[in-house]
C-alpha cells in the first residue's frame, strides 16, 4: 500500500492552479526516494511539459486526493498506464510516449 503522506506526484503548475487535472500517468521512471511515479497534467499542456522544471511542482499524495477525490480510485493502479478524466472519473487511456519518457 502507498503512504500518500510521503509518496509525491510531479504536477504541472497549470494543473495545480487551476485545479484542471484531466491527465494522470504512472511512470517507472522515479526522479527521486519518494516519486510515487504519478505525472498529473491538466490535459492542454505541450509534449514539453515535463521538461521545464519551473512548469512542474511536488505534491504529495494524500494532497492531490484532495484536490481531485477522484484520484484516490486510481492512485495504486500498475505503472506505465494512463488515464484521463471523463465524466468525473479517471478511465485508462493510451497516451504518447512522451509522457512515459
Avoid at 511512470?27 to 498529473?40: L, M
Avoid at 522544471?53 to 494524500?62: D, F, T
Avoid at 478524466?85 to 493510451?94: I, S
Wanted: proline share 4%; aromatic share 8%.
Amino acid at each position: 500500500m502507498i503512504n500518500i503522506s510521503e509518496q509525491m506526484a510531479v504536477i504541472t503548475k497549470r494543473a495545480l492552479f487551476t485545479q484542471k487535472m484531466e491527465i494522470a500517468s504512472r511512470t517507472n521512471n522515479i526522479v527521486a526516494d519518494h516519486d510515487s511515479g504519478w505525472r498529473i497534467q491538466a490535459g492542454d499542456e505541450d509534449e514539453k511539459c515535463f521538461d521545464r522544471l519551473e512548469s512542474l511542482e511536488l505534491i504529495s499524495l494524500a494532497e492531490l486526493c484532495k484536490l481531485e477525490p477522484a484520484f484516490s480510485h486510481i492512485m495504486e493502479q500498475p505503472e506505465e498506464q494512463t488515464y484521463c478524466m471523463v465524466n468525473g472519473r479517471f478511465e485508462p487511456d493510451t497516451l504518447p510516449t512522451y509522457v512515459f519518457e
